[in-house]
């Protein structure tokens, strides 16, 4: 970026970063009700919350793992020859974080979760034996671990629902207290790796979101209205990138802050108009707050500092120190889709509040299917640990996608998130699909290379996978 640019970038506040001013529709509380509640009735027809019977069962496994999680706490204590009393002092707790922890899950929603361990409890702790003895229960299928990852990770199904959980060794506390409260406090994350501190501030960005809103309630439900849009445009899907919950989250928060109190007492009608109307309007890539930058170690976001902080399209800033861009994976071609999609999304907002639309209509399925004259479709097909085979092949999408579009004889490219699923007999199937633009006189055809050197990844990536179905 420009000189220019990188100034306007450090000179980023909760004031400078507004874009527009924008003055709410004064409304009756009666209106504001009935308004609230017709965008209810269509999250509803979309299932675009969770039963309580599903609650119950996300509680019922966060429970679970929690008591799960302090044995083994209580296990590593005995095998470091810790005394029975020690062990029984020390602590130790899971937590939730992400769309549970904001009370705003559908049916589709996993559930991430946040191993908190004292001291003695090691990473390595965390990926052997506990990883043993989740794979000896019966709830438990579709294992893997990602000890690698930006974000180290032990991803299952339990009890059928998806679930993510990281760690967080707290190696400056002596004892970890039960009310999980206490890991707001800045000492808590003195001392910690990488590692640990990203795991930790997903949990401590989430709650964070919650106190930084003026009304809990209308950020709820305006956060549900936009992941729904997005889900519908295919615009869903850090991995893959896109936005992820987090990103999503922010942004949403953002605007709610920029309504103020007074607006966020009116309708969620006029929050996502709002919405609309603020990112269809950014100047990116000037980064998104929703907290005054603080002093903070070099592992912050800082473009002034960090070279390939500079390169980022989208910069979507984390409220928790150290702040960092949860839109890192979004290229400069897909920053340019979302935008586009806002201003898309905008015109619609304007003519639904002119009473010439529905809002339905600002959720009809993209016509995805209809933009490009050619389509790749990428599918893998297994007999069982399907997550463990369709996660891997989707964590080289996004390559796959940079790898198209960098073809000479290919103008834009764009990857669907969503796959579709297919069973057969005992056979699982997902596929995925790139919409593929070609240079004129040029055929789809000639773009071999990147799929083949793609499938070849894939099928090293087998050998390295611990399942019973990786040499069938």
């Not at 296990?75 to 029975?84: D, F, I, P």
């Not at 229960?137 to 959980?165: H, S």
């Amino acid at each position: 970026p420009s000189c220019n640019s990188l100034s306007n970038l450090l000179q980023q506040s909760l004031v400078s970063t507004t874009p527009t001013v924008y003055i709410p529709v004064v409304e009756q509380p009666s209106v504001q009700e009935d308004r609230d509640r017709a965008l209810q009735m269509l999250l509803l027809q979309h299932q675009c919350y969770e039963d309580e019977p599903g609650m119950n069962l996300r509680k019922g496994i966060l429970i679970e793992l929690d008591i799960l999680v302090k044995q083994w706490i209580r296990s590593e204590g005995l095998r470091h020859s810790m005394t029975w009393n020690q062990v029984e002092q020390v602590g130790g707790k899971v937590v939730s974080y992400g769309s549970f922890k904001l009370f705003v899950v559908d049916k589709e929603s996993d559930l991430d979760l946040l191993c908190v361990v004292p001291k003695h409890v090691t990473r390595e702790g965390f990926f052997k034996n506990l990883y043993e003895l989740l794979s000896r229960k019966d709830e438990v299928t579709e294992l893997r671990q990602l000890p690698w990852a930006f974000v180290p990770v032990i991803k299952m199904k339990y009890r059928g629902i998806e679930v993510d959980l990281t760690m967080a060794r707290l190696i400056g506390l002596e004892k970890i207290p039960e009310n999980e409260e206490f890991l707001l406090m800045p000492l808590v994350a003195k001392d910690l790796d990488q590692k640990c501190l990203r795991s930790l501030n997903g949990f401590r960005a989430t709650c964070e979101i919650l106190q930084l809103v003026p009304s809990v309630e209308k950020f709820r439900l305006t956060l549900r209205m936009v992941k729904l849009w997005a889900r519908k445009n295919g615009l869903y899907g850090n991995m893959l990138g896109f936005l992820g919950g987090a990103s999503w989250a922010i942004l949403v928060a953002k605007v709610c802050q920029l309504a103020g109190t007074d607006g966020s007492q009116g309708s969620c009608v006029n929050l996502l108009h709002l919405f609309f109307y603020t990112f269809a309007k950014w100047n990116w890539p000037d980064p998104v707050y929703i907290k005054k930058i603080e002093a903070q170690s070099y592992l912050a976001w800082n473009p002034a500092m960090n070279h390939f902080d500079r390169g980022h399209s989208m910069p979507i800033i984390t409220s928790s120190a150290p702040q960092m861009n949860s839109a890192v994976n979004v290229s400069k071609t897909n920053c340019q889709l979302i935008a586009s999609k806002f201003e898309e999304a905008l015109g619609i907002c304007q003519t639904v509040l002119e009473g010439t639309r529905p809002w339905s209509d600002l959720f009809r399925p993209t016509n995805f299917f209809e933009e490009f004259d050619n389509y790749v479709l990428m599918s893998g097909t297994c007999r069982g640990d399907s997550c463990l085979w369709f996660g891997s092949i989707e964590s080289k999408l996004r390559q796959l996608n940079h790898h198209i579009g960098s073809c000479p004889k290919v103008s834009s490219v764009r990857v669907w998130p969503q796959p579709f699923v297919r069973k057969d007999g005992h056979s699982f199937q997902q596929m995925w699909f790139f919409g593929v633009k070609m240079i004129v006189g040029h055929s789809a055809e000639t773009i071999q290379e990147p799929l083949h050197v793609f499938t070849d990844l894939c099928m090293v990536s087998v050998k390295n996978m611990s399942s019973p179905y990786a040499s069938s």
